[in-house]
């Protein structure tokens, strides 16, 4: 069983920066691709973006790119978003997931462990 904690959520400004890190643990296998959703007020959970371990690809929501860096370290067992030039469109739960299959995907029923999330508020 792969668990998930996320942290470093909060409330900004618009055109501010915040760092999201998951926490990993527990059986890591089923960690191939991690990746962050967001789920805004009244809003279906969207994929933000997705890595693929072992230098396999990264990618984005179009709405993030330039914006948004994910990374990983499988040493420490922890994925960062890093958020800059945060928008109030921006504002939703962020959450981390885990895949055992190896490709970025934007079906949450592909990821079969996720975190209990964190909110991120951005004020205009």
């Known amino acids: 069983q792969v668990r998930l904690a996320e942290s470093g959520g909060g409330r900004v400004q618009a055109g501010d920066s915040l760092i999201l890190s998951c926490a990993v643990s527990?059986?890591?296998?089923?960690?191939?691709?991690m990746a962050w959703f967001r789920q805004a007020p009244g809003k279906e959970r969207e994929l933000v973006g997705a890595?693929?371990?072992?230098?396999?690809?990264?990618c984005y929501a179009d709405s993030v790119k330039g914006r948004f860096a994910i990374s990983r370290d499988n040493a420490k067992n922890t994925v960062w978003m890093k958020m800059k030039s945060l928008k109030a469109a921006d504002t939703a739960g962020y959450s981390c997931a885990a895949a055992p299959q190896g490709r970025c995907s934007s079906l949450v029923r592909a990821y079969t462990s996720w975190g209990q999330g964190t909110e991120v508020t951005v004020s205009s």
């Open positions: 890595t693929v371990w072992g230098g396999g690809s990264i």
């Open positions: 527990g059986r890591t296998l089923g960690t191939v691709t």
